[in-house]
Every structure is written in C-alpha cells, then in structure tokens.
C-alpha cells in the first residue's frame, strides 16, 4: 500500500472513531475484504479479463473505507445508514468515484431503484460488493455471507427484500461474476 494511501486511510479512520478498541471485529473484517478484494483484483489483472484493468488507488480506498460509516451510525440502523453516513463523511474528503463504491457496497443496495443494475457497475464497485459479500467474521462463501447478513440485520431490511435476496442469490452472484477470472476461485460461492 502507498503510504499517501495508508496515512489518508489512518487519517479517516481516526476522524470517523473506527480505530476505538470497540471497532477491532469491524477492522479485522474490513482488512479481510481488503484483502480478498486486492487479490481479486491482481487475478483480474493476471487473465486481463475482457479488458478491463481496475484503477488499483480507487480500488485500495473504495475496499479501506467502504463501512467507515459504522461508527458514525446508531446500532439500530447500521445495514442502511452506515452507507449514508460514510458517504457524508467522505465526499468532501475522497474522490467521488470512492463515495459511489460506498453507496454500492453493501447487498441490501440492490433492492434500491435508485441504484442502477449490476452490468452498469464499474469493476472496483463489483469487486468491493464481492469481497464485502465473502468475508463476514471469517472468509466464507457469498450464499453463507448473504445468510450471515440477514440473520444478524434481517430486522433492518424488508421482508420482501430479504425474500428477493435469498431468492435470487445465484443470479446476483452470476452477475457480479461475469467480468471476474474464470474461472473463479470455487471457495467464494
């Protein structure tokens, strides 16, 4: 990591509250989608897939602060407003195209009709969703991740969009896949 990019990272960080000891489980999982995310990325670069090259900076800072707004929420609305809130944070601080990768990050934004679909995604935004989707407390599988999520914030999402992602998380995953290295790592699905 370029050291503009990890003291800008430490900066925000410390500015939003995430480096208080009571974030470690947060840190430990947004290092963990860091990682899956910049290794993605790298076997990407490797196949040179379609084409399509990930702007690296973007990527590092979209997989660093992509739930920075979590300390800035109340517990209570974490799955929906810790997007909102980082984006407010960030968008005066970052550049416009890392905000977006926050608004797109978490799973429950693809019941959003504001969002556009997922074959209109650039790939930094594909790769934060995906690596955001396989690594929870530890690296598992996006359909254990997408269980994951809605047992421990279903309460926050409607019953139908719960519904609607446990219905069709093949197809999200498919489409999030398509422009990734095939073939894919099997571990992430």
Known sequence: MDNGIKGLIGELYQEAGLLNPSYIGKLRHIIGV???????????????????????SILELG??????????????????????????????????????????????????????PLDEWTIEEEIVL?????????????????????????????????KWLQENIQEIRDGIVILLPSPTPSFLF
């Open 34 to 56: 860091a990682h899956v995310g910049m290794w993605l990325a790298t076997l990407l670069q490797k196949k040179k897939k379609a084409g399509i090259t990930p702007d690296m």
């Open 63 to 116: 997989l660093y602060l992509h739930d920075i707004g979590t300390p800035l929420t109340n517990p209570g609305d974490l799955v929906v407003a810790h997007v909102h809130k980082g984006m407010e944070f960030l968008r005066d601080k970052v550049d416009p195209k890392i905000v977006e990768i926050i608004r797109k990050h978490a799973i429950w934004t693809l019941l959003d009709v504001k969002i556009p």
């Open 130 to 162: 995906l690596a955001d989707m396989c690594c929870g407390a530890h690296i598992m599988s996006f359909k254990e991740r997408v269980a994951d999520v809605l047992k421990r914030y279903g309460g926050e999402i409607p019953k139908s969009g719960a």
